[in-house]
């Protein structure tokens, strides 16, 4: 970046962090399992650790991007406040689970001493983050937290999530004012918890582009399939993108320009959420995506010229997955230049190196497109 270069006012992220969220401590064992068969001498630790966000903090406090960002300290939620999303019934189940010390959600969600500190911060600084948009203190924030929330549903903690952060903060949109809200969601997973809790809702159209993994188990009972479309005035409001693993940048480009930017032309959000993870990159442990820093950079330009045309700018960004220690933090940093509209790439991409051939995502894409264009409603003419 040109060192004259003035950055204008309203074109800076707010980011919304607090390091209590780094004591959620997630265990070792073979991947995220927490067990210890005994046939490794070094055992990993769980892909969701301190360490993949304290390298995501730093890259923003000492990479190109620092310029463009205010800093803003998050706070806890108050319990009060997660019955917008969250039954009374499963928010007593983690309290409770929190004063026995600890439990296991699922065979890789683990609520230890520290984490239900975290979760609360998570959520609630997400909060704040939502709340400084609404009351017109910046048009882009930026949640930085953990655990990550988008696979956590109104009663069930599921993949590594307890409290749906990006949910609260849709439900705390609309309770301001907002009449529709996107959600569009690029973690490598099915975002099922967001689609679960507005499944029957028009007001909140969800977006989930995801490698096609399937339900796994009664914590994750949706398939993120493309006929999983919403029930009752929901119906069609819960877009699922299931994409072929490999399906890299020039693929997810096709995504976005073919499903996503169509779908959000007509459904005119005043409010836009962005639920980024990084485990959709090509060198992620829990995915197969192939998305390289440009790819992040394109989806981050993508959403600011939607967010430009419909919600005044306004764009919201939740931290999720993503799980190479190194990769993810770069790929947020461009996810962030690209929302950032900068002209010239800020930072070079270290790893990326793989081929892509898009013929074979494009065949999906378009297979999708056809499928939606039959069955919804509002895309009938998208
Ligand atoms: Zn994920």
Redesign the pocket.
């Given at each position: 970046m040109a060192s004259a270069e003035v950055i204008p006012a309203d074109n800076l992220i707010h980011v919304f962090w607090h390091e209590g969220m780094l004591k959620h401590d997630t265990g070792i064992g073979v991947h995220s399992k927490g067990i210890d068969p005994g046939f490794l001498d070094i055992l990993e630790k769980h892909p969701e650790n301190a360490d993949r966000v304290r390298n995501m903090y730093s890259i923003l406090k000492r990479g190109p991007i620092l310029p463009f960002i205010s800093w803003h300290q998050g706070r806890p939620a108050l319990i009060s406040e997660l019955l917008s999303f969250h039954t009374q019934e499963y928010v007593n189940e983690l309290i409770e689970a929190d004063r026995n010390g600890e439990k296991k959600f699922s065979g890789t969600t683990f609520l230890n001493p520290g984490s239900w500190d975290a979760a609360l911060l998570a959520a609630g600084t997400t909060l704040s983050a939502m709340k400084h948009i609404i009351d017109g203190h910046g048009k882009v924030a930026y949640a930085l937290v953990r655990p990550p929330g988008h696979h956590a549903q109104p009663a069930q903690a599921d993949g590594y999530c307890f409290l749906n952060n990006a949910g609260l903060a849709v439900q705390l949109a609309l309770n301001s004012g907002c009449r529709k809200v996107v959600v569009l969601d690029i973690?490598?997973?099915y975002g099922n918890g967001a689609g679960e809790g507005f499944y029957h809702s028009d007001k909140v159209l969800t977006i989930s582009l995801h490698m096609n993994h399937g339900s796994w188990g009664p914590s994750h009972p949706q398939g993120g399939t493309i006929d999983e479309l919403g029930e009752g005035e929901g119906f069609g409001y819960n877009l699922n993108i299931p994409l072929p693993n490999g399906t890299g940048d020039k693929g997810y480009g096709y995504a976005m320009q073919h499903l996503v930017v169509p779908a959000i032309e007509k459904f005119e959000p005043d409010m836009m959420v962005l639920v980024a993870?990084q485990?959709s990159s090509a060198f992620d442990p829990?995915g197969r995506q192939c998305l390289t820093m440009e790819g992040y950079r394109e989806i981050g330009r993508t959403i600011r010229g939607m967010a430009d045309k419909y919600s005044n700018g306004r764009v919201l960004i939740v931290q999720?997955?993503g799980y190479h220690v190194t990769y993810a933090a770069y790929c947020l940093h461009a996810t962030l230049e690209g929302v950032l509209n900068v002209s010239e790439p800020l930072l070079s991409d270290p790893l990326a190196y793989y081929p892509e051939d898009e013929s074979f995502p494009t065949k999906v894409i378009e297979a999708i497109k056809k499928y939606q264009k039959e069955v919804v409603p509002f895309l009938k003419d998208a």
């Open positions: 973690d490598v997973h993870g485990d829990n999720e997955g």
